[in-house]
């Protein structure tokens, strides 16, 4: 994605959260810069930091910190960053001469750099209509604000992916979508007909695709045989463990990962640890497709 490109997609989904401080003279307008996707917020002021600590102090953990946030709602920002953009803006170095360490591409720094013209920009474009807003209209401002937040849209889904519609199979009842994510990666989803034409679907239109990290099983031995038409493979980023289940994130190259939960049991007798291959598996029944 080029600059200008960029730029456009911004403007596209740029929504300023209008918060008003009541004073004694007239309403003061502040604004709240996100970049917002059917998906959610895509950057916002809080990943924004976590991006200029990373470019900062070469670390994940030390990044984390200066936000503040946790070790893993960091890397769980990151990987939903790096899989809805076109590139990686972060990348994982391992080993080295200094042990390896989380560093900001040179788009990701771009990325920052025009989230924060632009958050200029719009800041500026507020006071300047804040100059010439009366006391009278602080309500209608007020139910605006309201509104905004309402047409919000989240989703509570893990595996979040941008990509293009590659192949459409249209049947009476169903239609098979493949949908590319970048050069090696695809996922394969069916929906309804009557969902697709909806969607308006065609090839080479820009999608998502949701899938929860409890529908992604998980293998390591190659030579099984399975009937689920997705099979990512990558490596074992990391794996985040609780009482009873594990989190488990693969990275799929090109700045692509992807979540499972499975129990813990379930972890330790595949031996999933940071490094091991395996994959990630998933019915295309279970795929999400949405605009």
Request: a positive charge.
């Amino acid at each position: 994605m080029q600059h200008q490109v960029f730029l456009q997609y911004i403007h596209r989904y740029i929504a300023d959260y209008i918060t008003i401080a009541m004073s004694k003279s007239e309403p003061r307008l502040k604004g709240r810069l996100e970049l917002e996707t059917d998906l959610g917020a895509f950057l916002g002021g809080t990943r924004i930091k976590l991006l200029e600590g990373i470019a900062q102090h070469g670390s994940i953990t030390q990044a984390a910190k200066s936000v503040p946030l946790s070790y893993k709602a960091a890397w769980d920002a990151v990987d939903a960053m790096n899989n809805l953009a076109d590139q990686p803006l972060v990348t994982r170095v391992t080993g080295g001469k200094h042990g390896g360490g989380t560093n900001l591409t040179g788009y990701g720094q771009r990325v920052v750099a025009l989230y924060r013209a632009l958050e200029t920009e719009s800041q500026d474009a507020l006071d300047r209509l804040a100059q010439g807003m009366h006391k009278g209209e602080a309500v209608s401002f007020e139910q605006f604000r309201n509104l905004l937040r309402r047409f919000s849209l989240r989703s509570s889904a893990r595996n979040q992916f941008a990509g293009t519609v590659a192949g459409l199979v249209m049947g009476e009842i169903d239609c098979e979508v493949r949908i590319r994510l970048d050069d090696v990666n695809q996922v394969v989803a069916v929906i309804t007909r009557e969902s697709a034409e909806t969607l308006e679907l065609a090839l080479g239109k820009e999608v998502y695709a949701l899938i929860k990290s409890s529908s992604v099983l998980l293998l390591t031995d190659p030579a099984v045989h399975t009937s689920a038409r997705n099979q990512l493979w990558g490596v074992v980023e990391r794996v985040h463990g609780g009482p009873v289940n594990s989190e488990v994130v693969l990275s799929l190259g090109a700045g692509k990962s992807v979540c499972a939960v499975v129990t813990c049991n379930s972890a330790n007798r595949l031996g999933l640890a940071p490094g091991e291959r395996a994959c990630a598996l998933f019915k295309a029944s279970s795929v999400i497709v949405c605009l």
